[in-house]
């Protein structure tokens, strides 16, 4: 493992600070690539419950995918419905108590291709019956961006799939279900987004990591992407339909060296970095519209579980009682409809 191993997050350790306030981690992964060369090519329940056990108040999780466990045959776009098939019976394992308090996908976010337009239903349908009690809608990763040396990771892989009149039928349906969209997309595409949403006025969206903030290669103009950034999350910010989750910072296209580190980076040193990014965003969006994530495993390379959620309470230490309860909890639970 090149980075972010176990033993290596294992040189910082922390007690968890104010271990009684209650934790919804409204963003993580499972998934078992095998083949794939990842970090970690393993990453199921075991894993995610050894992550969450360090004293924080963790009370569910919402599972997001993640392009595992697919249907191996049958039409392709009902190939995704296999993941939550898979990760419903993950959550059962969870609910039985028999892993921890904590309910491990209590809610789930699957996939399914937009771009079907109308012919979407009978796939959203499909995810539903896989999983009635927890199914709460799907992502569709639109990340794409001009630059050849930005990785772009997204299954359908297109410019301006935010603007097409099929995605946007497809959202419709998604819509009038009752199912949340979670977006995952580079910064750049911010003022699609925006678009998207005052489009869809129906439909919940909730914005991945910050908005996708790349400050690496042609990105590495700090004031300039920084400025791009901020303009594009306020635009955003405007639309009412659209919440926000706090993380997924770690990633190495942020700009941070932490990944690199001989020690890992503590909470306070966490914290102090990431408090301008994640004020700016709670500032536009208001507390009421944000939610603090952990995006496991793939922040993983950066930091542990439980210093990351040291690092948030350090850095929102500043807000009320009850704003803070909204972002480590009460907000996720509201947009994913959970009741632990």
Request: overall charge negative.
């Amino acid at each position: 493992m090149p980075f972010g191993g176990n033993d290596w997050l294992a040189q910082t350790q922390e007690q968890a600070l104010e271990p009684e306030l209650p934790i919804c981690d409204p963003h993580h992964h499972l998934w078992d690539y095998r083949t794939a060369r990842l970090p970690y090519q393993r990453y199921l329940l075991h894993e995610l419950v050894e992550d969450i056990a360090m004293g924080h108040n963790v009370r569910s999780t919402v599972f997001v995918e993640a392009r595992s466990m697919y249907r191996a045959n049958g039409p392709d776009e009902m190939k995704p419905v296999g993941e939550v098939e898979f990760v419903n019976g993950v959550a059962a394992a969870s609910a039985s108590g028999l892993y921890g308090a904590a309910r491990v996908a209590a809610a789930i976010v699957g996939h399914a291709n937009l771009n079907l337009g109308a012919r979407v239903e009978p796939v959203l349908d499909a995810l539903q019956a896989a999983a009635p009690d927890r199914f709460r809608g799907i992502r569709h990763s639109v990340t794409w961006d001009p630059h050849p040396e930005v990785e772009n990771t997204a299954a359908h892989n297109r410019e301006g799939q935010l603007l097409s009149p099929d995605f946007r039928a497809g959202a419709r349906i998604l819509a009038k279900k009752g199912l949340s969209f979670d977006a995952w997309l580079y910064f750049a595409q911010l003022p699609e987004i925006a678009d998207f949403a005052r489009a869809l006025p129906d439909l919940t969206i909730i914005l991945n990591h910050i908005g996708g903030l790349l400050r690496t290669g042609p990105y590495a103009d700090i004031d300039e992407t920084m400025d791009r950034w901020r303009k594009g999350i306020a635009l955003v910010a405007e639309c009412p339909n659209v919440v926000v989750k706090l993380g997924g910072i770690g990633m190495p296209r942020t700009g941070f060296d932490w990944h690199l580190r001989t020690v890992p980076a503590g909470s306070e040193e966490l914290a102090a970095s990431m408090k301008p990014l994640m004020s700016y965003v709670i500032e536009q969006f208001g507390p009421e519209r944000c939610m603090f994530e952990s995006n496991f495993p793939v922040d993983k390379v950066s930091y542990s579980h439980g210093v990351l959620y040291n690092a948030f309470k350090r850095l929102s230490s500043g807000y009320s009682p009850s704003e803070r309860a909204a972002m480590f909890h009460d907000v996720a639970a509201r947009t994913y409809r959970i009741d632990v």
